[in-house]
Nanobody
Framework: QVQLVESGGGLVQAGGSLRLSCAASGRTLSGSAMGWFRQTPGKEREFVAAISWGGVSTYYSDSVKGRFTISRDNAKTTVSLQMNSLKPEDTAVYYC?????????????????WGQGTQVTVSS
């Protein structure tokens, strides 16, 4: 089992920045990719960003490319999402996820473990 705990959400004005973090514990994450998704009420969970094991490859949705940056620490147990130039449409609950594969994916069904989520609200 893997436990994931997100932090860093909150309320910010449009154009501002937030940094989300996700700490993983439990079974080894060796060889695992990590990702961020977001969800608003009544909508499906949406891919935001992912990073491969080792951090060699990163993936972004078109809606956040150039504004968000995903990274992971050297121990590979923490993944962060730096969010800049935030827009009201970025408002959502953000979830961290682990995929038991070296490579990330844009599909939520391909992830094996999920955090509880952290709320991000961007006011106009």
């Amino acid at each position: 089992q893997v436990q994931l705990v997100e932090s860093g959400g909150g309320l910010v004005q449009a154009g501002g920045s937030l940094r989300l973090s996700c700490a993983a514990s439990g079974r080894t994450l060796s060889g695992s990719a990590m990702g961020w998704f977001r969800q608003t009420p009544g909508k499906e969970r949406e891919f935001v960003a992912a990073i491969s094991w080792g951090g060699v490859s990163t993936y972004y949705s078109d809606s956040v490319k150039g504004r968000f940056t995903i990274s992971r620490d050297n121990a590979k147990t923490t993944v962060s999402l730096q969010m800049n130039s935030l827009k009201p449409e970025d408002t959502a609950v953000y979830y961290c996820a682990v995929r038991l594969s070296r490579w990330g994916s844009r599909l939520p069904d391909e992830y094996d473990y999920w955090g509880q989520g952290t709320q991000v609200t961007v006011s106009s």
